[in-house]
């Protein structure tokens, strides 16, 4: 059984540019979230995707979007980066059973 | 708005003796608690959990108390060993939501 896998793991981009950050769920999970953990702080839920629709969303703004795919992958879009954008954003997948998360070990992005 | 609180950002302890970490939350809604444990480059890892209709939760060296009225709950460690020196994260949810809301982590170092 493969965990959940992230790519890239270290990423720099320069502000006004837009980033693609990408997860694979674990094997038979359906749903998929994605936090943003800024250093020195805990992570903060973005959104989730459930059968590739967004079903919940944190206090982010519209810049930050998401996909699912069929095979349950995710990718994460930034658009116009800010400095304040810097941070490891982590992947979480479930299979929808209540505490079943399952993180993966996140990309570091830094923006200069 | 942070609705999960670890005010103490790291803990020092002697291998062998108990490690006890503290968590506050202020949304009554939350019906279930969680402890995660990252490493350094890894995504975090799903440790204990609690469910609000109870106050206690044991799994081998770790448990997990909740009090309820004062809207705490710990995570004890006994005894401590070198494996446990990690960022412990608190984190909380509602029955209806997929959502994890995290405090801002305790770093753990066992001393030898």
């Known amino acids: 059984e493969t965990g959940v896998t992230q790519s890239p793991t270290h990423l720099i981009k320069t502000r006004g540019q837009q980033v693609t950050l990408r997860c694979s769920s674990q094997s038979g999970h359906n749903t998929v979230s994605w936090y943003q953990q800024a250093l020195g702080q805990g992570p903060q839920f973005i959104f989730q995707y459930y059968r590739e629709e967004e079903n919940g969303r944190g206090n982010f703004p519209p810049r930050f979007s998401g996909l699912q795919f069929p095979n349950y992958s995710s990718e994460l879009n930034v658009n116009a980066l800010e400095l304040d954008d810097s941070a490891l954003y982590l992947c979480?997948?479930?299979?929808?059973?209540?505490?079943?998360?399952?993180f993966g070990s996140g990309t570091r992005l830094t923006v200069v | 708005d942070q609705q999960v609180k670890q005010n103490s950002p790291s803990l020092s302890v002697q291998e062998g003796r108990i490690s006890i970490l503290n968590c506050d939350y202020t949304?009554?809604?939350?019906?279930?608690f969680l402890w995660y444990k990252k490493y350094p480059a890894e995504g975090p890892t799903f440790l204990i959990s609690i469910s609000s209709i109870k106050d206690k939760n044991e799994d081998g060296r770790f448990t997990v108390f909740l009090n309820k009225s004062a809207k705490h709950l710990s995570l004890h460690i006994v005894p401590s060993q070198p494996g446990d020196s990690a960022v412990y994260f608190c984190?909380?949810?509602?029955?209806?939501?997929?959502?994890?809301?995290f405090g801002a982590g305790t770093t753990v170092t066992v001393r030898a």
């Open positions: 979480a997948s479930s299979s929808g059973q209540v505490l079943g998360y399952t």
């Open positions: 984190a909380a949810k509602t029955s209806s939501d997929y959502k994890l809301s």
């Open positions: 949304n009554s809604m939350f019906d279930y």
